[in-house]
């Protein structure tokens, strides 16, 4: 009963046509237009808005929710950090699929990229050298080249499925392990990626970004797995 008034409430969003923001009818409202109780309305409510489809606004009402990808976030996140504590290598998998998705698109960015884009690309390598000599982390900059460099393709989706992978790969990553860096070498990494795309090289600029996560990939295995036994990928 729960799942499946979860269900209605949400073809209702869809044939209504209802945005981000939009109110959804009252508590009594859907009670009658679902046949439900009051209990079983707010709890199929209550779901949703864990999962960010609606948003319950205690005394203003219900409204159609941002639709993000943090409930993603989260599971991936706690799905990394459990299976890392059973000794697997779940973070070297989450790495993997980030690596899979990217590498599956650069090539289509080659000779692509917005001059607009390539003019912001170059002042992100430009602060993450800077911040490199200053033995500052790089994280925040590196997300950034990522963000800018498939914004170009257009697809709102995609960028927010790779934003998760990243935010739930870095989250994991910090609090479990200690990935030692050469800041010179992603510095490095990161203008060949830039170069490749820009002079149109869709081969160099594929090989340059498996070298990248290839890089990442290396120091990743050098680290043990946090649990006393460790199974094989």
């Known amino acids: 009963m729960a799942r499946d008034l979860q269900e209605r409430i949400k073809k209702l969003i869809i044939d209504r046509r209802l945005p981000s923001g939009a109110v959804l009818p009252t508590e009594p409202e859907l009670m009658e237009l679902l046949g439900a109780s009051r209990n079983s309305v707010r709890e199929a409510l209550k779901a949703l808005?864990?999962?960010g489809i609606v948003e319950i606004r205690h005394g203003f009402g219900t409204y159609v929710g941002p639709m993000s990808m943090a409930p993603m976030i989260e599971g991936l996140a706690f799905r990394t950090a459990a299976g890392h504590y059973r000794?697997?290598?779940?973070?070297?998998?989450?790495l993997e699929l980030r690596e899979a998705v990217e590498t599956g698109l650069i090539s289509r960015l080659a000779g692509r990229v917005a001059p607009e884009d390539l003019v912001e690309l170059d002042g992100?390598?430009?602060?993450?050298?800077?911040?490199a000599a200053?033995?500052?982390?790089?994280?925040?900059?590196?997300?950034?080249?990522?963000?800018?460099l498939y914004r170009g393709l257009g697809n709102v989706l995609?960028?927010?499925?790779?934003?998760?992978?990243?935010?739930?790969?870095?989250?994991?990553?910090?609090?479990?392990?200690?990935?030692?860096?050469?800041p010179r070498v992603t510095c490095r990494q990161h203008r060949e990626i830039l170069d490749a795309v820009r002079s149109g090289d869709s081969i160099r600029a594929e090989e340059a970004i498996r070298e990248h996560f290839g890089n990442i990939r290396t120091r990743l295995a050098s680290t043990e797995p946090m649990a006393p036994t460790r199974r094989p990928n």
């Open 49 to 51: 808005q864990a999962m």
């Open 87 to 94: 000794g697997e290598d779940s973070l070297l998998q989450l």
């Open 124 to 131: 992100l390598v430009d602060r993450m050298e800077k911040e």
């Open 134 to 148: 200053e033995g500052a982390g790089l994280a925040e900059t590196d997300r950034a080249f990522h963000a800018t």
């Open 158 to 182: 995609l960028s927010e499925v790779l934003e998760a992978f990243w935010d739930a790969f870095h989250r994991v990553r910090t609090d479990l392990v200690d990935v030692p860096q050469d």
